[in-house]
């Protein structure tokens, strides 16, 4: 109630600084001719007493009175040409300040009602921060996701496969023959992994991608860190695990240009909250396109859904890019004096609250490209090299064609160990 009425308050504060003008206008000045007019009436009417009084003859006063009447009327034209427009009336004033009044109070409720949240409770950045950090504690590992997945779905009847499916199950058959014999193998493991995808056995294609990237260890490329962690999101049903989001992490910090792997990082922020860095990743995947893109559908299909928790949770963004800030925020004098009083612990904790802070507010409203590199550098001193890639990917994403900020988030990287 307290909202509504301040509100209300101010709406009608707003509307009378609006109406005062309507209902409050001055007359209109007198032009500087009209007041010349004034002067050559006089001029006139003071001959005439001069004539009756006997001080001037009428032949001379007939000379200036012909003068003085060619400057009036010279003056009384150029006062019709300066007249000011009529006042309007005052009835119709008052009518349309009523309008605007009426105007202001139902648009400005109106608006309120379509884009805001009545009756949300306060949302303080601890509770916030509290509240994200218990969501991703309680997330399933990828075996449990998968564990559960299992015990939800009942067995179905095999139907009678195709003579394209028993063609592509023979297939890789002799491709796991073949790899038997070659345990370097990368590229048939890729194969055999692209086979089982496409025959719908998801868990037997990640076991495969997961060789394929052990094999290659850190030099990996991001597709095939991409295409492991689509496996393992589609054997849990869609969920992206800790260990999925890992894989993607990894993906984005070698290549965050990567489709696949954006749309999925997405899809992860979604799922852990984190709507308004969800719908940067996304909306810049429409942006791009191209329109048959895979990711495309998924993402129209899902992006209203996301857009009207991005608003619910405070995180929605406007479209277009971020206005750059002034100046970095960074700790205050008291807390820099706090902080000398802490324990190791507690400033630890003081750093992981301020570095969520600036992450969370990056993510609902974007930020400046100092910001974005301040906040990777952040994740690289605390060993999130995760959080730091996906960080990256998403500055990158909204900073594209920039180069003085691709710059700038470049060195930020390279400092957090997520770039060449």
Not at 85 to 105: Q, Y
Not at 278 to 300: M, V
Request: net charge negative.
């Amino acid at each position: 109630m307290e909202f509504w009425i301040a509100a209300l308050v101010a709406a009608l504060l707003a509307a009378a600084w609006l109406a005062r003008p309507l209902l409050t206008a001055a007359a209109p000045a007198e032009p500087e001719a009209a007041r010349d007019v004034q002067v050559f009436r006089d001029q006139l009417r003071s001959l005439d007493r001069d004539v009756e009084r006997g001080v001037l003859a009428p032949a001379e006063a007939e000379g200036s009175r012909a003068e003085i009447s060619r400057r009036l009327l010279a003056a009384a034209a150029e006062a019709e040409r300066q007249a000011p427009a009529r006042p309007a009336p005052k009835a119709a004033s008052r009518a349309l300040a009523a309008g605007l009044v009426a105007a202001v109070l139902l648009g400005g409720g109106g608006l309120y009602l379509w884009l805001g949240a009545g009756g949300a409770p306060d949302r303080p950045l601890q509770a916030r921060l509290d509240e994200v950090r218990s969501r991703q504690a309680q997330r399933p590992s990828q075996a449990e996701a998968e564990a559960q997945l299992a015990a939800a779905q009942s067995p179905e009847p095999e139907a009678e496969p195709t003579p394209e499916e028993t063609r592509m199950r023979d297939l890789v058959a002799q491709l796991r023959t073949a790899l038997a014999d070659r345990p370097d193998d990368v590229r048939g493991r890729r194969l055999l992994a692209d086979s089982l995808m496409r025959l719908g056995d998801v868990k037997e294609a990640q076991a495969a991608m997961r060789e394929a990237i052990e094999l290659q260890g850190d030099a990996a490329p991001a597709e095939d860190r991409v295409a492991l962690a689509e496996a393992m999101i589609l054997s849990a049903g869609g969920y992206v695990s800790p260990e999925a989001e890992t894989q993607l992490g990894r993906a984005l910090q070698a290549d965050p240009t990567n489709a696949v792997g954006r749309y999925y990082a997405g899809l992860a922020l979604a799922q852990t909250g984190r709507y308004g860095l969800a719908l940067r990743f996304w909306r810049a995947l429409l942006r791009e396109g191209p329109a048959d893109a895979p990711w495309i559908a998924p993402i129209r299909a899902q992006i209203a859904d996301l857009e009207q928790a991005a608003a619910q949770a405070g995180q929605l963004e406007e479209a277009g890019p971020a206005p750059a800030a002034p100046a970095l925020p960074g700790p205050s004098r008291e807390q820099m004096e706090a902080a000398g009083e802490m324990t190791a612990q507690d400033r630890a904790a003081m750093i992981e609250g301020m570095v969520a802070g600036l992450a969370e507010r990056l993510e609902a409203e974007g930020g400046s490209a100092q910001e974005w590199a301040r906040l990777i550098s952040a994740y690289g001193v605390l060993g999130r090299t995760g959080d730091a890639a996906a960080a990256y990917a998403a500055a990158r994403a909204a900073h594209a064609g920039d180069a003085e900020a691709e710059a700038t988030l470049s060195d930020a990287a390279r400092g957090a160990g997520v770039a060449e």
